[in-house]
Structures are given as structure tokens and as C-alpha cells.
């Protein structure tokens, strides 16, 4: 089993000294279901991309702003929000990890 604190903290160093100010870690992947530790910078972005069927984001360290036509949400540690059934983004406000649940068809 991973150590998530861990992982958040491997993660967000990896993503300080990253040119893009990000690093991924794909936790869990038994399908349908996957997990995926990221760790962005203050001012980094996921680009707007299409949601998949069923998805959460829990934020593990920082803060951030998940981005969507139905409104933007401001997510901090320990928030859990379901990623809408949209188009959507998302931008850290400060270094921040979450972890991202989503099933996939």
C-alpha cells in the first residue's frame, strides 16, 4: 500500500523542479477505477480536458481551483469535490497535491 503523504511529498518536490510545474503518479488502476497522485505549482494548470464518467478530487496539500463553464470551485486540504460532467481545468492557487478518483468507461 502506497503512503499517500508520502507520495504527495515525493510528488510536489518533483513538481518544484519541473519546467512545467507538475508530476503525476497513476496510485491505483484496477478497472474501471484509477487513482492518480498530482502535484502542481502555484500558477500551474491542467488544461481545460473532457471529464470522464464518474471522477472526485480530493486536495492532500495547498489549494486549488477546479475551472468549468457550470462555475469554478475553490478546493483546500482536505476538500473532496466531484469533477462535473464537463469540460473542465484545474489551477493550483498555491503548491498544492491532489488525489484524483475517476472510473472510466
Not at 16 to 34: D, F, I, K, N, Y
Not at 55 to 65: H, I
Not at 82 to 100: M, N, Q, S, T, Y
Amino acid at each position: 500500500m502506497d503512503d499517500l503523504n508520502a507520495l504527495a511529498d515525493e510528488h510536489l518536490a518533483a513538481a518544484r523542479t519541473s519546467p512545467h510545474g507538475r508530476s503525476a503518479h497513476l496510485l491505483l488502476r484496477q478497472e474501471p477505477l484509477r487513482q492518480t497522485v498530482i502535484a502542481l505549482t502555484a500558477g500551474s494548470a491542467l488544461d481545460e480536458h473532457n471529464a470522464p464518467p464518474a471522477a472526485s478530487l480530493q486536495v492532500l496539500r495547498g489549494a486549488v481551483r477546479l475551472t468549468a463553464a457550470s462555475g469554478d470551485v475553490e478546493l483546500t486540504v482536505g476538500g473532496l469535490q466531484p469533477i462535473p460532467h464537463e469540460r473542465h481545468g484545474l489551477l493550483a492557487i498555491e503548491d498544492a497535491v491532489v488525489l484524483l478518483t475517476a472510473v472510466n468507461d
